[in-house]
Structure formats: structure tokens, C-alpha cells
């Protein structure tokens, strides 16, 4: 395992935690944390020393070299209070090189992270991003970098502001799911092109299914990621999920929703629908 305490001469307003699955060298991670630390924010990262992608949930005791994702948060979490002198206020993990939608997160690595934080009482976010492959820290900058660790400092400000405590950041036991869509076109190149939809991780059993929280006219029933993420435009999903890996509820989500009501918005009901018409089997409801 390799840890990078990382410190920012500019005032801070809350430390914070960064991990992910595709070992500390992978290019996005590093993105992210220039991305807090221009926004104001103390951050260090605990990653694997190698990539570790799709090891979920896997737990194994912690280790100084190569261990995978999940291990690397909680050793990351330990080490953030020696080094804060306080429990890290936020925990985020990637940004994942690669979606992580629906039935994927149960395998996802940085989600695993995500939930670990959750477990561990602290407010967390999984990050991951449709656009780029895997490289070094090392080489140039790809545009799709900067700008998801960009689009990822965007939701940690807003989830952030006027939050006085890690209890009032998040509900208690819960996290963010947060994918990015494609910028492999034009007009998806900048983080002000990009729209912020809540979503569900899953789609809820028929019938006897919880609603969601009812916004956007959508009779209490959130669109899946697969539909956000794959509506045409530059759009970016948005779930509350459990540590169980499900949705999280109405509740839970009506906190989130006011908590980020500045940079969310609807899915157009005729892109929503047509979104739909075109979702995989294992996720459609």
C-alpha cells in the first residue's frame, strides 16, 4: 500500500479521505485530489499499490504493499486520524476508470470503498467515469481527466456547503453512486455542460417496490443510472445508495436532493422514455 499525505498551504474546510481501485499511480485518482486541493480542501490518498479493480467488497487485513481497494480505506481511515488528528469528514473513492451502473456495483472495487466509509460512519461517494483507460500519473493530461475530478469537486462543494459536521453531510449509513457520462463529444467538454440527475442504483421490485421520492413529475419512481448515463446530452447519475448496495429511500434520498437542489435537474421525460426503450434486460424493471 502506498500512502501520499499531500498538504495544501491554502485554508481548509474539511479533510478528506481519497482512495480507489486502480492503484495509486492510475491517473484519475491524482486528478482528483488536485481537484480538492485547488478547491480549498485537505486531502491525503490510501491506494492499492496495484490495480485492484472489481474486488468489491474483498476484505483482507492490512498490508504496506499491494493490497487491494477496500483494505486500502480502511487502513486510509486509521491513518487519517493520526495524520488530521480527527476522523476524515468525507470519504471518496476514484474517479473509477469506468462506469459503475446497476447490478455492477456489487463487483465494483471503488464502490466497495465507498461503502466501507459508509460502514465506518463516515459520508462517502464512489466516482466513476464512462470516458478514458488506464494510465499513469505520468503522462499528459487527458481533457476527460481534469474534467471529471472537476465535475467530482463540484458535488463534494455542494454536498460540503453549510454541512457543520460529518453527521449533517449525508444520512447516517449511506453513500453517493456517481458516474459520468461519455465526453467523447464536443459539447460534453466542460464541467458547465454537464447536468446532474438523481437516480436509482436498481430498478425496485414492481408493486410492492418503495417509491421514491417524487420529483420531476415522475410519480415517485427515480430513472435508473443506465438511463441517465445513456440519454442523449451530457448527463452525470446521481443514486443514494445502502451499505447493502441498494437504494437508499425516499427519506434518505429528500436529504440528498436538497442538499444538492443547486446542481440537480429533471431528465426530460421523452429522452427519459427513450433512455428506457433501450435498457438491458438485467436492469429494466
Known amino acids: 500500500m502506498h500512502i501520499l499525505p499531500f498538504l495544501s498551504t491554502t485554508a481548509k474546510?474539511?479533510?478528506?479521505?481519497?482512495?480507489?481501485?486502480?492503484?495509486?499511480?492510475?491517473?484519475?485518482?491524482?486528478?482528483?485530489?488536485?481537484?480538492?486541493?485547488d478547491a480549498g480542501y485537505e486531502s491525503i490518498i490510501s491506494a492499492p499499490a496495484d490495480n485492484k479493480s472489481g474486488t468489491g467488497s474483498?476484505?483482507?487485513?492490512?498490508?504496506?504493499?499491494?493490497?487491494d481497494g477496500l483494505t486500502s480505506v480502511k487502513y486510509g481511515i486509521d491513518f487519517a486520524e493520526d495524520y488530521f488528528g480527527q476522523s476524515a469528514d468525507l470519504v471518496v473513492a476514484g474517479v473509477?476508470?469506468?462506469?459503475?451502473?446497476?447490478?455492477?456495483?456489487?463487483?465494483?472495487?471503488?464502490?466497495?470503498?465507498?461503502?466501507?466509509?459508509?460502514?465506518n460512519s463516515l459520508p462517502?461517494?464512489?466516482f466513476s467515469g464512462c470516458t478514458g483507460s488506464q494510465i499513469s500519473w505520468e503522462e499528459p493530461v487527458p481533457e476527460y481527466a481534469a474534467l471529471y475530478a472537476n465535475l467530482s469537486a463540484l458535488v463534494v462543494k455542494e454536498l460540503l456547503k453549510g454541512s457543520s459536521s460529518s453527521d449533517s453531510i449525508l444520512p447516517p449509513g449511506?453513500?453517493?453512486?456517481?458516474?459520468?457520462g461519455s465526453t467523447s463529444v464536443e459539447a460534453c467538454s466542460d464541467v458547465s455542460s454537464f447536468n446532474f440527475v438523481l437516480s436509482r442504483i436498481l430498478p425496485a421490485i414492481p408493486v410492492v417496490g418503495d417509491k421514491d421520492i417524487d420529483i420531476c413529475n415522475n410519480d415517485g419512481r427515480l430513472p435508473l443510472e443506465w438511463s441517465v448515463i445513456h440519454s442523449p446530452g451530457c448527463y452525470a447519475s446521481i443514486?443514494?445508495?445502502?451499505?447493502?448496495?441498494?437504494?437508499?429511500?425516499?427519506?434518505?434520498?429528500?436529504?440528498?436532493?436538497?442538499?444538492?437542489?443547486?446542481?440537480?435537474?429533471?431528465?426530460?421525460?421523452?429522452?427519459?422514455?427513450?433512455a428506457t426503450d433501450q435498457i438491458p434486460m438485467e436492469y429494466a424493471s
Open 13 to 37: 474546510v474539511a479533510k478528506i479521505l481519497i482512495s480507489n481501485d486502480d492503484g495509486w499511480a492510475e491517473m484519475n485518482v491524482r486528478q482528483l485530489y488536485f481537484a480538492l486541493e
Open 239 to 274: 443514486s443514494v445508495g445502502t451499505t447493502e448496495k441498494a437504494t437508499a429511500n425516499a427519506a434518505e434520498q429528500q436529504i440528498v436532493n436538497l442538499k444538492l437542489k443547486n446542481i440537480l435537474t429533471c431528465l426530460p421525460q421523452t429522452i427519459r422514455e427513450e
Open 174 to 180: 449511506t453513500w453517493l453512486n456517481v458516474n459520468f
Open 58 to 67: 474483498l476484505d483482507s487485513p492490512p498490508t504496506q504493499l499491494g493490497a
Open 124 to 126: 462517502a461517494i464512489a
Open 96 to 119: 473509477n476508470v469506468g462506469r459503475n451502473l446497476g447490478v455492477a456495483v456489487y463487483g465494483s472495487g471503488t464502490v466497495g470503498a465507498a461503502v466501507e466509509g459508509a460502514k
